[in-house]
């Protein structure tokens, strides 16, 4: 389940929207032991939150800039620097997903 409160498109555009995430995955799992996810269904997984955490990075971005351009710089630098976190985390994110395929 994804709950939502938000009207965007992650296209780049400074847009206000909250939102939580709630992800369930209502499938059975038959072939492997219960509680343990299929290699198929981590990698499946890694690769939608590398992508979902790479728009984030992206709005983060844009809302840094915002910040700067309304005089607010240490929030624009704070903004930033979490930018610079996300993406080092995706950059690891990445490299596990580059391990199992």
Do not use: P, W
Request: charged share 30%; proline share 0%; aromatic share 2%.
């Amino acid at each position: 389940m994804h709950v939502t409160n938000e009207d965007h498109s992650h296209c780049g555009c400074c847009h206000d929207h909250g939102h939580e995430h709630e992800h369930m995955h209502d499938h059975e799992h038959n072939e492997h032991a219960h509680g343990e996810q299929s290699m198929d269904e981590d990698t499946a997984v890694l690769a939608y939150m590398l992508d979902h955490n790479k728009h984030h990075a992206q709005e983060l971005a844009v809302i840094a800039k915002h910040l700067r351009e309304q005089g607010k710089e240490d929030a624009a630098a704070q903004v930033e620097r979490g930018v610079e976190d996300f993406e080092k985390g995706n950059m690891r994110l990445s490299i596990a997903l580059s391990l199992l395929k």
